[in-house]
Nanobody
């Protein structure tokens, strides 16, 4: 059974930094993409950053030049380094994996940025 567990969320002041981690356990035959979505209250879940086929990275325009996604290929863990945080970055952040057949999701970790 595949499980994704996020950690690293919390409360930070605007301009601060956080590093999210996603620990992946279980067996996945292949990983087409993995990364992070986020969902703020009243908003739809939106893509923040993703790594496609282990090499290509994509970011939401709102986080470009502030967030960096990385992956530990040996463990299939994924990280999100978040710098220069803004109050509008406040959301629950979800780790995901797309195997090519289905999506796997973590339970989410809350990030709150105070002004």
């Amino acid at each position: 059974q595949v499980q994704l567990v996020e950690s690293g969320g919390g409360l930070v002041q605007a301009g601060g930094s956080l590093r999210l981690s996603c620990a992946v356990s279980g067996s996945i035959f292949s990983i087409n993409a993995m990364g992070w979505f986020r969902q703020a209250p009243g908003n739809e879940r939106e893509l923040v950053a993703t790594i496609i086929r282990g090499t290509t990275t994509k970011y939401a325009d709102s986080v470009k030049d502030r967030f960096t996604i990385s992956r530990d290929n040996a463990k299939n863990w994924v990280y999100l380094e978040m710098n220069s945080l803004k109050p509008e970055d406040t959301a629950v952040y979800y780790c995901y994996i797309y195997s090519g057949i289905k999506n796997y999701w973590g339970q989410g970790t809350q990030v709150t940025v105070s002004s």
